[in-house]
């Protein structure tokens, strides 16, 4: 009986510390795991003739250490729907795919009282994340800013902001 004790309260301790190491290794991994300090603004324009669209955009792109994020567009669409402003700040999550690579999810979208934009315009705009699904965007740093990009090629060149 002795021996069972002894032998069960080994197996138990054995257990508990193959647990506390796998909880200080995720832990560990979590809080090593890579970020991007992001702070950039750039202009947008967007030209499509069919459907007749037009985009003139200010975006302001951040991307903090907690693994958060934010894309705040404002600016005016015309479409053969007429002419609307978009003012809407986009809240995300992100984690590093590898250098230069994010994938985006947990969007969330804040719509200002001022925008009078469709959903449909919006949604024609790149950061938009339907729900339940992940986009992968490339950031990579030039010189004063960061490219912008989906993986096939950048997209704006995001200049530095102060703060």
């Not at 193959?18 to 832990?27: I, P, Q």
């Not at 004063?144 to 530095?160: E, H, I, K, R, T």
Request: net charge positive; proline share 3%; glycine share 6%.
């Amino acid at each position: 009986m002795n021996a069972l004790i002894k032998k069960t309260g080994l197996i138990t301790l054995l257990l508990l510390l193959v647990l506390a190491l796998s909880v200080w290794f995720y832990v560990h991994k979590r809080q090593n795991q890579n970020y991007l300090k992001v702070n950039c603004s750039t202009i947008l324009r967007y030209n499509h003739q069919d459907p007749d669209f037009v985009a003139a955009l200010d975006l302001v792109f951040r991307l903090d250490e907690n693994h958060d994020g934010q894309a705040v567009l404002s600016g005016n669409i015309h479409s053969e729907k007429g002419a609307a402003i978009i003012s809407r700040t986009v809240l995300f999550s992100y984690e590093m795919n590898r250098p230069g690579e994010i994938s985006i999810m947990n969007t969330r979208y804040v719509k200002n009282p001022r925008d009078t934009a469709d959903e449909e315009s919006f949604k024609s705009s790149f950061f938009y994340v339907p729900e339940g699904t992940v986009r992968q965007l490339t950031v990579e740093r030039s010189n004063n800013g960061w490219l912008l990009g989906n993986l096939q090629s950048p997209f704006a060149l995001c200049v530095n902001r102060a703060g």
